[in-house]
């Protein structure tokens, strides 16, 4: 008996010395288990200016596939508020993870009615209740995007007055000015229902009608100045390019 209690505790001792040596039980040593942050997020503005309205973060833990996220929501879903440059802490929370020393993948996604939507992902490891992580997040003016977008407009449209009309460049310079333009009548419309159905909602009925107020006009003014926004097919945008908008404005 006193053989096997020997060989079982030497069994024992084997399989935790293999442990520390591998790191394959840093589980047993880890005081995090699977928990992460607290996470301190601060929003910053590429153009420094400090809007009237706050920015809504939306956070969300992804599981992974392989070495990177597999864009699956699976815990650590937070909805928080806050004014550019003003810190925001997200809490010490439990993500299910298949090793509690991994690094967990977490989104923020970023929305603004004057701000491009982003996300924004960062991988963290497990650290002690009492040491939080900061981190900031730098968003681009939604009208830096439109003009980045109509830009690659320009460049065919550029294209096309430098070649014959005949000539392949003349035909690529046209598929990109349609093709651009396309695009950025999507970016607008999609901003604008991104606005409506993700950022308003979780403001109230008073600080929705004031964010209305100011950016109704706004938008609708970026809606009118793309005539192809409301196109479904490339095709159909070729025909309407030209043509005055026919779908109406829905607004916020």
């Known amino acids: ?9 030497l069994q024992f001792y084997c399989v935790l010395l293999a442990c520390v040596l591998t790191s394959g039980c840093d589980f047993l040593f880890d005081k995090a288990h699977g ?41 650590y879903r937070y909805f928080k508020t806050a004014y550019a440059n003003k810190p925001i802490t997200f809490p010490r929370d439990r993500v299910d993870l298949l ?14 009615p004057n701000y491009h939507y982003n996300v924004f992902t960062r991988g963290f490891g497990p650290t002690d209740a009492d040491d ?37 460049e003349h035909f690529n310079g046209k598929m990109q000015l349609w093709q651009e333009r396309f695009n950025l009548g999507k970016t607008i419309k999609r901003h604008i229902t991104v606005i409506k159905t993700m950022y308003l909602p979780h403001f109230s009925k008073r ?12 938008f ?20 309407q390019i030209l043509k005055p908008r026919e779908a109406e404005y829905e607004g916020l």
């Open 1 to 9: 008996m006193k053989d096997y209690k020997r060989k079982t505790a």
């Open 35 to 75: 928990y992460r942050g607290p996470i301190v997020v601060t929003i910053e503005t590429e153009d420094g200016s400090v809007p009237e309205f706050p920015f809504l973060i939306e956070s969300v833990y992804t599981e992974s596939c392989g070495h990177s996220s597999c864009g699956i929501d699976s815990g």
């Open 99 to 112: 090793q509690p020393n991994a690094y967990a993948t977490i989104l923020f996604k970023v929305t603004h």
């Open 132 to 168: 939080p992580i900061h981190i900031t997040f730098t968003v681009k003016p939604f009208a830096e995007q439109m003009n980045k977008v109509a830009g690659w407009a320009e460049q065919g449209k550029v294209m096309m007055q430098n070649a014959a009309p005949d000539s392949n």
């Open 207 to 218: 600080m929705q009608q004031r964010v209305i107020e100011k950016y109704q006009p706004i």
């Open 220 to 239: 609708r003014a970026w809606y009118y100045g793309v005539p192809e926004t409301d196109c479904w097919s490339m095709v159909k945008c070729r025909k």
